[in-house]
């Protein structure tokens, strides 16, 4: 049989040819991955038989281990002809002391809460029936040791007098999205730092709220508030005067500020404390210079809204209303 012999152009023609038939070979055998359905694989749809299924084993084998510490209790001897002991029911003081005690819970926050409640529904009861509240109020007492330093004024009359150095001031608080929590009465002390009271007094009598703000509260401490001034009214730091023995931290209510922390007065803003509780630890610390003549209840029912460590906010704190009583 005589073989022809190709050239060398046809046999790299041939070549190229077979390599571009091998690129496009495609396998009959389907090599793509085959797809998997995620809630085969986690078996959502039976956890829950799984879970059912797990509560059944868990019972049968807590049946199973009182059984075989009863048998290990009794040795094994088992009376089938002794009557079964009917079992004692089981008391229900100690769930009733339980609803009790969460009883009680629910009235005192209750209670909080009608201590911070108003009404003004007339009832058309005489004026003279009506139970009157009788509320402790700061006697005015002359500070003359404070005042001796002011010899070249010329002071005028008591009464004038009682109004210039005691000047009373309102809080309406409310807890934003909760309720209203009440007003507090605060009685300022001109001859303990007037400067920050003429800011105080300026503040409530133009009615600024919206510069006031509640930052922080320490349950059982006191709160953390901040007054912001116009540039007009900035007070200077070192040209603040005060004096220490006008009024000490005796009583819960007292409005006071630290001389150490007063950064803020170079960015027109006051901060000031409004204690819940006497601490007598703050005084020759904090300059005092306002006691709550009324409303103290009312910072009793706002603990619950800070944090104990932090003094973070639960439920936002703001003043809705603030004013100038007398």
Same mark, same amino acid.
């Given at each position: 049989?005589?073989?022809?012999?190709?050239?060398?152009?046809?046999?790299?023609?041939?070549?190229?040819?077979?390599?571009?038939?091998?690129?496009?070979?495609?396998?009959?055998?389907?090599?793509?991955?085959?797809?998997?359905?995620?809630?085969?694989?986690?078996?959502?749809?039976?956890?829950?038989?799984?879970?059912?299924?797990?509560?059944?084993?868990?019972?049968?084998?807590?049946?199973?281990?009182?059984?075989?510490?009863?048998?290990? *209790? /009794?040795?094994? =001897? !088992?009376? $089938?002809?002794?009557?079964?002991?009917?079992?004692? &029911?089981?008391? #229900?003081?100690?769930?009733?002391?339980?609803?009790?005690?969460?009883?009680?819970?629910?009235?005192?926050?209750?209670?909080?809460?009608?201590?911070?409640?108003?009404?003004?529904?007339?009832?058309?009861?005489?004026?003279?029936?009506?139970?009157?509240?009788?509320?402790?109020?700061?006697?005015?007492?002359?500070?003359?040791?404070?005042?001796?330093?002011?010899?070249?004024?010329?002071?005028?009359?008591?009464?004038?007098?009682?109004?210039?150095?005691?000047?009373?001031?309102?809080?309406?608080?409310?807890?934003?999205?909760?309720?209203?929590?009440? *007003? /507090?009465?605060? =009685? !300022?002390? $001109?001859?303990?730092?007037?400067?920050?009271?003429? &800011?105080?007094? #300026?503040?409530?009598?133009?009615?600024?709220?919206?510069?006031?703000?509640?930052?922080?509260?320490?349950?059982?401490?006191?709160?953390?508030?901040?007054?912001?001034?116009?540039?007009?009214?900035?007070?200077?730091?070192?040209?603040?005067?005060?004096?220490?023995?006008?009024?000490?931290?005796?009583?819960?209510?007292?409005?006071?500020?630290?001389?150490?922390?007063?950064?803020?007065?170079?960015?027109?803003?006051?901060?000031?404390?409004?204690?819940?509780?006497?601490?007598?630890?703050?005084?020759?610390?904090?300059?005092?210079?306002?006691?709550?003549?009324?409303?103290?209840?009312?910072?009793?029912?706002?603990?619950?809204?800070?944090?104990?460590?932090?003094?973070?906010?639960?439920?936002?704190?703001?003043?809705?209303?603030?004013?100038?009583?007398?």
């Amino acid at each position: 049989m005589e073989v022809t012999r190709l050239s060398e152009k046809r046999r790299r023609q041939q070549l190229d040819e077979y390599k571009k038939m091998i690129l496009d070979v495609k396998p009959r055998v389907d090599d793509v991955p085959p797809k998997l359905n995620v809630r085969d694989m986690l078996r959502a749809s039976k956890l829950r038989d799984d879970c059912n299924a797990f509560e059944r084993i868990r019972r049968m084998n807590n049946e199973l281990l009182r059984n075989v510490n009863i048998i290990s *209790r /009794i040795g094994g =001897q !088992l009376d $089938t002809f002794r009557e079964r002991k009917m079992n004692s &029911a089981r008391s #229900r003081i100690p769930l009733i002391l339980l609803q009790n005690r969460y009883i009680e819970r629910d009235n005192i926050k209750f209670g909080q809460f009608l201590k911070t409640v108003g009404t003004t529904l007339d009832t058309h009861v005489a004026p003279h029936l009506l139970r009157h509240v009788r509320k402790d109020s700061v006697e005015f007492v002359l500070p003359a040791q404070i005042l001796a330093k002011y010899h070249q004024i010329k002071m005028p009359p008591y009464s004038q007098l009682r109004r210039l150095l005691r000047p009373v001031i309102y809080f309406d608080f409310y807890v934003k999205g909760l309720r209203p929590a009440g *007003r /507090i009465t605060i =009685q !300022l002390y $001109t001859e303990a730092c007037p400067q920050v009271v003429l &800011a105080f007094v #300026r503040a409530c009598r133009n009615g600024d709220k919206n510069k006031i703000f509640v930052n922080r509260l320490f349950p059982g401490l006191w709160l953390d508030c901040c007054l912001l001034l116009p540039q007009e009214q900035k007070i200077k730091p070192k040209h603040i005067e005060y004096d220490m023995r006008a009024l000490d931290h005796n009583r819960s209510g007292t409005l006071a500020f630290t001389l150490d922390q007063q950064d803020a007065l170079h960015k027109d803003a006051l901060k000031f404390t409004l204690s819940v509780k006497p601490l007598q630890v703050l005084n020759g610390k904090r300059v005092a210079f306002g006691v709550a003549s009324s409303g103290t209840k009312v910072l009793d029912s706002m603990q619950v809204f800070g944090m104990k460590k932090s003094g973070k906010l639960t439920k936002s704190i703001i003043i809705s209303d603030m004013g100038l009583l007398v």
